[in-house]
């Protein structure tokens, strides 16, 4: 045990180790299966090659970005003593790892989907092992190279500044090595931002530009091979649900880690490992999260073709979330002392004196707070389910008022949309106030890091869904036996199932996220309060809580005009280049790809600007307690933007869908290409860019102007000339937490 | 002048009689008009009954609750001290005048509806004159009432509280006598609440029903005698537009003079008018607005048939702003000393030193705020006419992109109603910021008064658009010439512009009236922060966030529910009663005027109860600084949705309108009954509930909120254990705030 203890931070980026192993055995054996025949391979060519156009054209911009933003970083740097230009280095670090992730997901998502549309020809159960493990190398992929990344780039930066220089675990040495390390943070979610963001502009502007043109004006199914959009349509589904989405939790998942690991220092925690026990925790619970979503993703499996796939995912899902909970109890008793306390916070400075309302918390409290993330992000999940699912009461109100007409549907639509922020708020507020009453901002930030813990699993189960929607897209391309068609259409349906629930769990995620960044970022900066009965703090709160409604304008109109512009696209193609409909002709779909590549990279730069770039100005400008009223008006609005836009999206998806199989409206059978199935269609298209867009970068936003709020704290605490909370050196040589006396000030 | 100093208290609720007295004599100037032939009096006397049957259903309803609150109230202001069961008193007498004021522009309205249409046979000049004349009569009954209840009942509680007992104008006596007053407001809040949203539903239930079976499936124009549901349609103008716009401009005019009033008490001031000026001072404001309305309205006139109404209209308005604020500098000089300062909030208790960052304030910094409301108010206006008008970028967005169906129609028209925010949220941030810096918080209130002075100009304006839309509905279904119908429509089509500005306009005094009544609330409630990095705050924040969504989601669906009743009753006459369609049989117009009139009576119950009831329960369960930070929540978020769905639906409404005179869409040219114009059609009819329904009650719901919250607040400060904000009998002998050292405390 003093073995594991002394050595205990230097086995983190093993856990990491570990996962990517996996990955590279998972991913050896997708390589390893059937392609199917020439066709087929065409198609999925087609798709892995419009993917790669759009990688490489994302990644010369971003190029450009990190150069440029990495010199800025640099520079700041030198300017305060809490910081270094090292920083500079971890941000680079953060955003090549957040790429690569992003790379691999991609590459191993464009060669999973023929292999499932191959491997649907022989069974249910061969089809999703393979698509499964496509999405298991991307969630092993990521996981893996975040607990790497933050794990190793955390032990150089402790070695350098702390140890070598014999400071303080609770003072200016650990504060320092923590402030380069979140720039690691800010790189990854700087390319998570663009990913998303851009992903989300590619998918839309396909999807809504192939369904007007060819579901609508030419009649002819989705994923037709004679659409010149279809190719666009399908790369998008990678573009925005594969590398999008996982670049999202990559970023979740490592600013969750550091926010924990930034409370942690202000711990003041008497355990066997020096005092960094609060500060490793979380990338320790990480780790045992990916070993154990490795054990449940090889229990996703199924025997029969009757068999529900569904109940297999949950399995999985349920086994890693539990095992690591379990895990966690043991691991949190060995770890941590019985009591501790909030170093800055809590304590009068120059004394051992708690503070009026100082919450002394134990190791116990520390596990409630992890249970509560646990629970918050289940239930958030569940609750997506129910508002975006079929047969449920909120998407038989739209299709019900799809019968009186367009105007009807949206108006239901939207109804629904708001509604559904009631509960997921609640749950939310009821975490906040659970972990906090648990282990106070510690807790907040640990429930956050208990509920990412399995991101790897989450993740697993997201990425299938696109990978088994493409490999529908290139049977019905292919004009493959309805049977295979039929094999991939269950595992889609599954997949709209999770994409669902996954976009409940990013959500509460990014919210968990921004509040633990939030508290951090207080601590750093050095204010004592974020008071919004301050006229100037209540100014920035206002201007916070509108930056989410202007980013999602931004988004919402970059889709249309984009959708547009491909539009004119398809419809010059179908004009120009005779035989196409009879397939005696090809379409050119690279132009079709370079119209949604060039849109979504020159759209993403607004909305990515303001995200970055108003923190700095707000908080250089009117101070850190302004930026924090600012970040809390960001949080709550972009947290309620984010789910009525995504939920209104998912249920309006799903209310179209009903349609195929028919639904009963006042007694009377309704089918596809009837008045109130065009209505629903109208709903289903303006909901495209909110729950795949706009909706899902609420997240980004939200997490990426808390990271650059926590990574510029130290200058703005400079700036404005507090620098108490930076207790130079303290050593608290003995304590015993129980022995305070908590004073009552007058 | 030493007696105007004495007696000023006693001469504010002459201003309202004054504006009452005004009021009747135009009234009978409006009755004595000409109503017109025998089918025209007939249609109007529907339009009347309808209308007095919504109200008597609606008082039914508001009895029974006026009562339960009120003894409710009277039985909690018998539990603290710095209340007192005439509070109830107080709250009875608000209600009854804000019904009263909405009973008066109802009558009014459908009064000068007809003869607006009878005065339009003969010239625009006339026709303007009877219909603004009567929209007068609505803003000076309304502002009329306003200051002589507040006025007076201020007179006798002040009196009867202060004087009698010998208080201090600074202490607990005078907090008494102000708590009792704010029963008046919140009676006058509460009746605005149903009447805003029982009127919103009402109006949108007959005008989507109406608009869903009248134009799309009979295919008659609107207005069309033979719908049955026309009428319905036109009471609804008056429900909705006159009565809900007066009943919620009453609550904010109120609201605000209170707040500041609340905030006054908290002014050490040496005047001369025994330290009451800054109490005084928001009535004596809104009494100068109140005169020179009277002087601007008496300028609105045309002379020949192309004159500009807008112009004249404008010229109205800007010479009663311009004198009030010319006014408001001499009376600011007259009634302030040089210096104050905020006692409860910048002086360190039991002593004379002031706090650091403290902010002493002068007579010019009041005046100060004053103008920065009135710059507030005027560029909210200028701002929602850019994003609602005809022919500007934001309107001319969405046209375009009607040419590609519904869903981009919609999609452009809610990323327009998002940006839409932007503008207005910076606005008001520069405004709070500006006016806390000029005179602190009493500045925000101030601020809030001065935008409001002019309250009784707004509403005349306002209602004189609903007036001039009946008109024009009447001349319509009595197949008038199309002369008549031209002149009615030139002035709708002046009411329609009025109508956005007029949103601005109530939308930006109710986010200010409420950070007015947050402050007030603070100061009672006895907390010195409101700490938003504490987490049950936050918790109360994201809580306070989600409250508007749910509140638009219950009133948007309340349309869709009651529009889909209207449809089928309309369908049901068509089919039952033959002869219809021949003008041979007369629909049951009555039917219809149920069913608007029952839907929102139900409908507005759970709304309401959800702006009443919640700030109670949080308040006495988790505390003042939770409360505060649900009302921050609710305020930033209302706002926000507030300015959204009203700028989205009315940029719908006018793409739609645009159609009627033809629009270019790329080079070709697009009429009404065209794709596009069908498309734009689904989009107005989104917008009605959000522009006439959630969207204005918004306003409401932040303003009562926050005013529910201060009348509880002696509550939660007594249940806080706080008091040592109200200091006992302080006499502050002389003090000269020059002198006052503004210590560092360490």
């Known amino acids: 045990m003093d073995f594991l203890n002394t050595y205990l931070i230097y086995l983190i980026p093993v856990f990491g180790l570990i996962g990517i192993l996996f990955m590279i055995i998972k991913s050896a054996w997708v390589t390893k299966q059937e392609t199917g025949d020439a066709s087929m391979n065409e198609l999925a060519g087609y798709i892995a090659d419009g993917a790669m156009a759009f990688l490489r054209a994302e990644w010369k911009v971003l190029g450009y970005f990190v150069v440029v933003a990495g010199v800025l970083l640099a520079w700041s740097g030198t300017t305060v003593a809490t910081s270094s230009p090292v920083i500079a280095i971890s941000f680079v670090i953060g955003a090549f790892l957040s790429a690569f992730a992003g790379y691999l997901g991609m590459r191993i998502a464009t060669k999973s989907n023929v292999r499932t549309t191959q491997a649907a020809k022989t069974s249910l159960a061969q089809a999703l092992k393979v698509s499964f493990t496509g999405g298991t190398v991307m969630g092993l992929g990521v996981a893996g190279l975040a607990i790497i990344g933050l794990g190793s780039l955390f032990i150089v930066f402790y070695t350098m500044y702390v140890v070598n220089t014999g400071g303080s675990v609770n003072g200016e040495a650990m504060a320092k090595a923590l402030d380069v390390l979140a720039g690691f943070s800010l790189g990854a979610e700087s390319i998570a931002l663009f990913a998303r963001v851009g992903g989300g502009i590619y998918t839309k502007a396909a999807d809504v530009g192939a369904d007007l043109v060819g579901k609508v004006e030419a009649g002819i199914p989705e994923d037709d091979v004679r659409n010149p959009a279809t190719i666009a349509d399908n790369v998008g589904d990678n573009v925005g649900d594969v590398a999008g989405m996982g670049a999202d939790l990559f970023g979740s998942y490592v600013a969750t880690m550091l926010a924990t690991m930034v409370l942690g220092r202000e711990i003041v925690s008497h355990d066997n490992m020096g005092g960094i026990a609060p500060v490793l925790l979380p990338m320790v619970i990480a780790g045992l999260g990916l070993i154990f979503s490795i054990v449940g993703a090889s229990l996703v499996k199924i025997k029969n073709e009757t068999d529900s796939v569904q109940t297999a995912l949950n399995i999985g899902n349920w086994v890693s979330i539990i095992l690591t909970a379990v895990a966690t109890y043991f691991v949190v008793q060995w770890m941590l002392p019985n ?39 289940t239930l958030m999940s569940i609750i997506t389910e129910y508002y975006t699912a079929m047969g449920k009461r909120p998407v038989m109100s739209i299709i019900k008022q799809s019968s009186t007409g367009h105007a009807t549907n949206i108006i239901g639509g939207l109804a629904i949309g708001m ?41 697993a189960i997201d990425a299938f869904g696109p990978i088994a929607d493409n490999a529908g897209g290139i049977a019905e391309m292919s004009q ?115 119209i949604s590549t060039k849109a979504s990279i020159r759209e993403m730069v607004a909305p990515g600007l303001i995200a970055l770039i108003t923190p700095v100005v707000v908080g250089f400008i009117f101070g850190p307690e302004v930026l924090g009223g600012l970040l809390a008006g960001v949080t709550v609005s972009g947290v309620l933007m984010g789910i009525f836009q995504s939920n209104a999206g998912g249920a309006w998806d799903n209310a179209k869908k009903s349609f195929e199989k028919g639904v009963e409206i006042n007694g009377e059978m309704h089918y596809k290409k009837s008045e109130p199935h065009k209505a629903s269609v109208t709903g289903d298209t303006v909901g495209d860019p909110f729950k795949d867009t706009s909706g899902p970068s609420m997240n980004i936003l939200i997490k990426l102007m808390s990271i650059v709020s926590l990574v510029i704290a130290p200058h703005l605490n400079v700036a404005a000339g507090h620098n108490a909370h930076i207790q130079k050196e303290i050593k608290v040589q003995s304590m015993n937490v129980h022995q305070i006396k908590v004073e009552k000030k007058a």
């Open 339 to 377: 009591d501790f306390m909030h170093l800055t916070r809590d304590v009068i400075p120059g004394t051992t004196d708690l503070k009026e309302g100082s919450l002394v918390f134990t190791k116990n409290g520390v596990y409630g707070s992890i249970l509560v993330g646990l629970v918050v992000g």
């Open 480 to 594: 493959l036996p309805p049977e295979v068609r039929h094999r991939t259409d269950n595992l889609d349906a599954v997949g709209n199932t999770t994409a669902a629930t996954g976009k409940g769990f990013a959500i509460a995620s990014a919210a968990l996220t921004s509040l633990a960044l939030f508290a951090a970022f207080v601590g750093v900066a050095g204010i004592e309060h974020i008071d919004i009965y301050k006229a100037n703090v209540l100014a920035g709160l206002f201007v916070g809580g509108m930056i989410p409604f202007i980013f999602s304008a931004l988004c919402i109109s970059a889709v249309g005009r984009a959708a547009m512009a491909m539009v004119e696209e398809v419809r010059r193609q179908f004009r120009e280049i005779p035989g196409i409909m009879e397939y005696k002709a090809k379409p050119e779909y690279e132009k079709c790809v370079a």
């Open 419 to 459: 509604e559904s922020t009631v509960l997921p708020i609640l749950v939310l507020a009821a975490g906040i106030y659970g972990s906090f009453f648990f282990a106070g901002l510690y807790g907040v930030a640990i429930a956050a890091a208990g509920m990412m813990a399995t991101t790897a699993m989450q993740l």
